[in-house]
Nanobody
Framework: EVQLVQSGGGLVQTGGSLRVSCAAS????????IGWFRQAPGKEREGVSC????????YYDDSVEGRFTVSSDNAENTVYLQMNSLMPEDTAVYYC??????????????WGQGTQVTVSS
């Protein structure tokens, strides 16, 4: 069974840090890219970041560039999103997803269950 199991959400104060994780199984991890998305109440889902475990290439949306870091532990088939300097506008449900290509305008093949990240002002 294909699974993307997320953990690490929670409540943090403005300026704080949080790390969310996405553990993948049931598909060839290094044949896919792992993307991070977020959706705030009343807002469209937006792409945040993605990483190719095969070659380590990464992408960040302008809204998180310089604050968030995506990384991959290929031995554990797990991708992490380290979130620093958090702001209230980062509050959202964060989802990881897998697809052969990192394209936020297209559909993604597999999705995690989501985890809530709340940043208090």
């Amino acid at each position: 069974e294909v699974q993307l199991v997320q953990s690490g959400g929670g409540l943090v104060q403005t300026g704080g840090s949080l790390r969310v994780s996405c553990a993948a199984s049931g598909f060839p991890f290094e044949a896919y890219v792992i993307g991070w998305f977020r959706q705030a109440p009343g807002k469209e889902r937006e792409g945040v970041s993605c990483i190719s475990p095969k070659d380590g290439s990464t992408y960040y949306d302008d809204s998180v560039e310089g604050r968030f870091t995506v990384s991959s532990d290929n031995a554990e088939n797990t991708v992490y999103l380290q979130m620093n300097s958090l702001m209230p506008e980062d509050t959202a449900v964060y989802y990881c997803a897998a697809d052969p290509f990192c394209s936020f305008s297209g559909g993604w093949k597999y999705w995690g269950q989501g985890t809530q990240v709340t940043v208090s002002s």
